[in-house]
């Protein structure tokens, strides 16, 4: 293995379709129109000396470097800035180019330090390699005068490092902040030899708008911006193409190692969902995959509040197959049941849905999609027939509107956040549906034509009197509508949105939005060109999170933006692989590929292979489970890779539920909160520690690759095959590529994915088999999955959690950009130096009236529990509504939140509930506990 090199051609890829050809040292070449002189150069395999260019970023001609002569024309173009003309003569070596390239060299050099040799970068410098092309060998300049070697370090960000005495100020760093992150967080200062890279006034990185993404440190050809990690161990020598595992983005990453060990995970520019780009998390905040709280030896106990007792795996599995095996014997089979994770591979997940259909012989089997998108699946699944979102992230760059629901892209999907402000800045107009002023409403060079700050739980009413304004004005893309979808259930949908009590002035007295705000966003929507809807999780964790997916696939149809380039509906997939482990069959009433359980066809197919029967009855859902638990019916779960006491709403009722049972087995890398109810604790594996697939929000299933070996000795999927072995249902593989196998073979939408294909093709959308054997960017090209598209009726049924005098506030939930989920990996990291806790946001007025200053603690109370956190004051939040995150396990958000869920899907009502703020002196009773209980288990674990 070596390291994977990309080849930089300098400037981006022209997508004009005429062609040009001229000749470059006397060769002929024929490339697209607007290619830089300096990029055809570099198709045909000539590298022109660069300093400022690269191809991540439009050209800037700033460090002369890249010169070149053109016959007829006068003076020294500089290649990067000048495009290819039709019969043009280039010459890219000539002894006056080679003069002048030694000048700029030696004038760079004469104010850098000649440290090559103890450098960081040593080896992995773009000014170094220039030097050695222009066959540099002497600097006549000496350092008697002015210099900047001086300089200090800017040590601020754990991360990375900036030196400024190292920096040529050719501008890439800057411009990668603006270009291709979006942040503006950089600034060149001064002027001439005064001339500085600044971020913000002269900040320290760490105290400016930086938001740690990497792009400047990836585009800085010198060692200024460097990571620490290389600072610290030195250059790595091989590397792997890898996908992170933290977001639905699914950004494919090189992951540089020394031997067995990272030394940093560079952004691929191969990758086809990130493009060469990343955000903090999976560029930095990989550390917690050999952080020292990491449980590295399976252990058991039979009672939760027995000590844990480390065990060898031999007698873990075989205690956790005897105990599923005596708690199904004496409570039936139907007792047990298991939860996939989105976080593990497709693979892992197929294996442990297989597991318990076919080892523990019933469909008690479920995911946190549960808790995220269930409603997605439920609601594209009924209007378009498949359950995904119908874009590839590609798609945007052709969007003349953008709609964002219910989701804060900028921190819960960054990469393609930075991708869709990029096309905001080219003009795209915006309409955000959010009740909380998100980053996206108003960032650099990019404000929203419409921010409808609806009040918590009106989704469904603001949609449907967007559909209002459509049908009432005449702005239904009628042809479209006729030709793609069933017309009586539009006319029947019609008539029912155009019904004066859907009208924006009709439901301003629920959602609080201005009815002209609602009409002009409509009449955008409708009439502004390429509309593609983005949504999140304050679509829909709602208790009509379903309808409000109708409700937007309905606006899709109604004016014709489902089916190409540029439009869609597409759901931000929370986790790395939520979309894969619903499309495996981790639903308790469908198997692989979204066929139901009691399908005769489908359900014998697998049985053949399995050499097993099927029960055809759906199972238990995860709140089913923990229902009967507390009944006494369920007693024995197999969680892998979720923590559901912290994910899942009313901790209460979920705690409750696991303290019931006889057998939990948790499959973990660290003891999570779930593990405090665990009788079995089964050290899981990171992403880096195994091979597999993840499936993207874009539906792109990409390859994970094992980078180190299993910390504890196996991979996720090998464990799960130990305790199908034990369970008495062998399940003999010995790779992950035959389970893939196995899936296409079962699977319509997977028959053409394989290992061999994802090896040679980089990534694959589903579906993907004889009729799309290239898959699937962009689906209902020509009709729905379903044949017609399916307009329904969403009639708005306010939610039952309402706000009162005792509760008078709605409390929202999201996340922040340094932390993920549960805070499980993230905490463990250097991110939480920009969140240690979970903060409540509260308008001034709420503020106000309650006594609160800023970063006092408050008790926030609902009906179903209390917490205490700090506050902060902000107008982000409309006066009424208040907002926290949920990474931290001391203050559990979903201690508060109540069993409400989705009408069709159980998935819970998280983004909304009645609570009432009030100032305190710290953490509460439960809290305080927690923390001792917290201390303790990592205690034992450590012993
Ligand atoms: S790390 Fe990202 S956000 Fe920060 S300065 Fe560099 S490019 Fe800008
Ligand atoms: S920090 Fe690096 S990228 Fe930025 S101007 Fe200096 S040398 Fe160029
Ligand atoms: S955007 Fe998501 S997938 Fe990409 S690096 Fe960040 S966390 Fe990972
Ligand atoms: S690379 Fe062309 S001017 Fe710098």
């Not at 400022?52 to 020294?76: F, K, P, Q, Y």
């Not at 408050?858 to 009906?863: G, I, K, N, P």
């Not at 990474?887 to 939140?897: D, E, F, G, L, R």
Request: glycine share 10%; net charge negative; proline share 5%.
């Amino acid at each position: 293995m070596s390291l994977v090199h990309e080849v930089d051609y300098g400037t981006p890829l022209s997508k004009s379709e005429t062609m040009v050809t001229l000749t470059i040292d006397g060769q002929e070449i024929t490339v697209p129109e607007g290619t830089s002189i300096m990029r055809a150069a570099m198709e045909m395999g000539t590298q022109i000396p660069k300093l400022c260019a690269t191809d991540m970023m439009d050209a800037w001609g700033s460090c002369r470097m890249c010169l070149v002569e053109i016959e007829g024309r006068n003076g020294t173009p500089a290649s990067c800035t000048t495009p290819v003309a039709p019969g043009i003569k280039v010459k890219t070596q000539t002894p006056r180019l080679a003069e002048i390239r030694k000048g700029v060299m030696e004038l760079y050099i004469s104010d850098h330090p000649l440290d090559c040799l103890t450098c960081a970068a040593n080896g992995d410098c773009e000014l170094q390699d220039m030097a050695g092309a222009v066959g540099l060998r002497e600097v006549r300049y000496g350092y008697e005068g002015d210099n900047h070697l001086g300089l200090d370090k800017d040590t601020s960000n754990p991360y990375f490092t900036f030196d400024t005495s190292k920096c040529i100020v050719c501008s890439r760093c800057v411009r990668a902040c603006e270009e291709v992150q979006g942040t503006f967080a950089l600034t060149i200062s001064g002027r001439g030899f005064e001339s500085r890279v600044s971020p913000g006034m002269n900040e320290a990185f760490f105290d400016s708008e930086c938001v740690s993404c990497g792009a400047c440190v990836q585009a800085c050809p010198t060692a200024t911006l460097t990571e620490n990690k290389v600072i610290e161990i030195g250059q790595p020598e091989h590397s792997v193409v890898t996908t992170c595992a933290y977001c639905g983005v699914g950004c494919a990453f090189k992951a540089e190692m020394r031997g067995e060990e990272v030394v940093r995970m560079v952004p691929y520019k191969d990758g086809k969902a990130n493009r060469g780009h990343s955000c903090v998390k999976g560029r930095f905040a990989w550390g917690y995959a050999t952080h020292k709280e990491r449980i590295l030896k399976p252990m058991i106990r039979s009672k939760i509040t027995d000590p844990w007792k480390e065990v060898s795996w031999e007698e873990a599995i075989a205690y956790t197959a005897s105990e599923f095996k005596r708690i199904q014997a004496k409570h039936g089979k139907a007792s047990i049941g298991g939860i996939t994770s989105s976080r593990c591979t497709n693979e892992e997940t197929y294996l442990v849905q297989k597991l318990i259909r076919g080892g523990f012989g019933n469909n008690n089997v479920d995911t946190c999609a549960r808790v995220c998108h269930s409603p997605t699946g439920y609601g594209l699944g009924q209007t378009f027939g498949t359950s995904a979102g119908t874009q590839d992230f590609d798609s945007v760059e052709d969007s003349d509107v953008i709609v964002v629901i219910g989701a804060n892209p900028t921190d819960g999907h960054p990469v393609f956040g930075s991708r869709m402000k990029k096309r905001l800045r080219e003009g795209a107009r915006l309409i955000v549906i959010d009740p909380r002023k998100t980053d996206i409403v108003r960032t650099p060079h990019v404000e929203a034509d419409y921010h409808l700050p609806l009040l918590p739980g009106t989704n469904v009413a603001i949609l449907t009197a967007m559909a209002h304004v459509i049908v009432t004005e005449g702005l239904v893309a009628e042809d479209y509508v006729r030709e793609r979808c069933d017309w009586d259930e539009f006319q029947n949908w019609a008539a029912f949105v155009a019904d004066p009590r859907h009208s924006p002035e009709a439901v301003e007295q629920y959602t609080g939005v201005p009815a002209e705000l609602v009409r002009g966003a409509a009449r955008l929507y409708a009439t502004g060109g390429n509309g593609a809807i983005y949504y999140g999780l304050g679509v829909t964790e709602h208790s009509q999170g379903s309808t409000t997916v109708m409700a937007i696939a309905n606006l899709a149809m109604a004016t014709g933006n489902i089916g190409r380039r540029g439009v869609g509906v597409n759901p931000l997939r929370g986790q790395n692989n939520v979309q894969g482990s619903c499309d495996m069959g981790s639903f308790p009433h469908e198997l692989p590929g979204y066929r139901h359980i009691a399908g005769d066809e489908v359900r014998h197919a697998f049985e053949e292979l399995w050499g097993v029967q099927l029960d055809k009855e759906p199972g238990l859902r995860i709140p089913n489970m923990l229902d009967a638990a507390v009944e006494g019916s369920f007693l024995g779960l197999y969680v892998q890779g979720e923590d559901i006491v912290q994910s899942d709403p009313d901790t209460k009722h979920v705690t409750a539920g696991l303290a019931a049972m006889e057998c939990v087995v948790v499959q973990d890398l660290f003891l999570n909160e779930t593990a405090n109810y665990a009788h079995v604790f089964l050290p899981g594996s990171s992403f880096l520690e195994k091979d597999g697939t993840f499936t993207n929000a874009e539906r792109r299933i990409q390859r994970v690759r094992k980078v180190m070996s299993p910390k504890a000795g196996y991979a996720d999927w090998e464990i799960t095959l130990l305790i199908a072995e034990a369970m008495g249902f062998p399940m003999p593989y010995e790779h992950p590529s035959q389970i893939m196998d196995e899936i296409a073979r079962l699977t319509p939408s997977f028959a053409g994915v394989s290992y061999e294909k994802l090896e040679r093709d980089g990534s694959v959308q589903w579906p993907c088999n004889d009729k799309a054997p290239e898959g699937t960017p962009i689906m209902h090209i020509d009709h729905f999955v379903r044949g017609k598209g399916r307009f329904m009726v969403t009639e708005y049924v306010p939610t039952d959690e309402r706000t009162g005098a005792r509760f008078p506030l709605l409390l929202t939930t999201g996340r922040i950009l340094s932390q993920y989920n549960v805070g499980a990996q993230t905490r463990r990291t250097e991110n939480s130096l920009w969140h240690e806790e979970d903060v409540l946001e509260i308008h001034p007025h709420d503020a106000e009236q309650r006594g609160v200053r800023e970063g006092d603690w408050v008790r926030l109370e609902s009906r179903s529990g209390s917490t205490s956190l700090r506050a902060t004051i902000t107008d982000r939040v409309a006066p009424g509504v208040v907002y926290t995150t949920f990474h931290h396990p001391s203050t559990q958000a979903n201690v508060i939140t109540t069993d409400y869920s989705d009408w069709a899907t159980n998935c819970p009502e998280y983004k909304v509930t009645a609570v009432q703020v009030m100032p305190s002196n710290g953490p509460t009773e439960w809290q305080n506990e927690y923390a001792t209980m917290a201390m303790n288990s990592r205690r034992i674990a450590a012993e």
